[in-house]
């Protein structure tokens, strides 16, 4: 499974999506099913189970009330693992309370796959094959990683992935969110082990980095100076820099890993219709839109209703792993990680 840096990329498509969407295209708005949008106004409610930060979330409410001010969205958030064993306890006892189920590990949302309704977006055509691991689960928001640092202190900032494995950033001047901490991170380290090499993490580890919980802290500590730079989710750093904070960031030449989610309406849903307008929004061109522009997100689509932010289409290239690869490596290789990196949970 492991791979040298001299392979190509053609050898890497072998062990993920490697992808590049085409330039913009005019963007499509969205108008519900007249039906739908008064059954769902009837409903006036909807209750979201999601994995993801509770700001994010709640600025993408703020963007769908804009359109739906009759739906009020209330929001339970959790971190993954513990999403889904809420989940799993309250569907045992018939006592589920989702309405949409939004998780960053598609692994672990297929696992809950039967508590899913069967649904499909009117415009399902638009979004790439390769990033759906279920008919009922789709990516209504796709994160990608980018390298971030702090302009005030970093002179020389990296441009490669592999720039963060110099000596010169050596002593704790490089921030890592640990391996385990979810689905995005994952995703990240799968990438730098298949695409960037197998001695990746040992040359990377050697420059002594702090560990971070989650991709939060390790964003603040950069701004705040404790930290020079890391790998960050871009929807993260994007939002900060947008507020004047002292970060910046760019993507990876040798590819940007994405995590596209596994977002769904659950079987056992009180407001279905109001969760169906939800998810008919999220994956439409505005919902996109709304994704891009505001948390710098990219897209599952074919092609971006707008442009993508420091996105190259000529150059740039996404890649997620393999679903297979995803669900059956993750324990080995966090383990392995966790050793090379003196984590200890």
Known sequence: MNLTRRQSIASLASLGLIARFGPARAAK??????????????EGALVLYTASLTEVVQETINV???????????????????????????????????DVIDHSDRGQAKSIEDLFADYAPPN??????????????????????????????????????????KPEYTGGKIGQ?????????????????????????????????KLFPSNAPLCDAV????????????????????????????????????????????????HPN?????????LSDDGQIA?????????????????VPIFDPKTDKLWTPKFKDFETLHDAWVDDWNKIYGYRQ
Request: hydrophobic share 40%.
């Open 274 to 282: 109001a969760a169906r307008l939800w998810m008919d929004w999220m």
């Open 291 to 307: 994704s891009i522009r505001d948390q710098g997100n990219v897209t599952a689509m074919r092609n971006p209703p707008i442009p």
């Open 29 to 42: 708005p969205f108008t519900p099913d007249p039906a739908l949008l008064a059954a769902a106004n009837k």
């Open 64 to 98: 769908f009330n804009k359109s739906f001010p009759g739906i009020r969205v209330s929001m339970v958030r959790a971190s993954g693992g513990q999403l889904i064993t809420r989940i799993r306890t309250e569907a045992a006892s018939n006592k589920l309370e989702a």
């Open 124 to 165: 399902a055509a638009d979004y790439m094959p390769d990033t759906l691991v279920s008919p009922k689960l789709w990516p209504t928001t796709t994160p990608a990683w980018c390298i971030a640092w702090n302009p005030e202190i970093v002179s020389n900032p990296p441009k490669t992935w592999s720039d963060l494995c």
């Open 223 to 270: 701004i705040r100076g404790e930290v020079a730079m890391g790998p960050i989710l871009m929807s993260i750093v994007y939002g900060k820099k947008k507020d004047g904070a002292p970060i910046d960031m760019t993507y990876g030449t040798e590819g940007i890993p994405i995590t596209p989610y596994g977002t769904g309406i659950a079987a056992a849903s009180k």
């Open 177 to 209: 969110v640990i391996a385990a901490s979810g689905g995005t991170t994952w995703t990240r380290i799968m990438f730098e082990r298949q695409v960037l090499g197998e001695d990746y993490w040992a040359r990377q580890a050697a420059t002594q980095p």
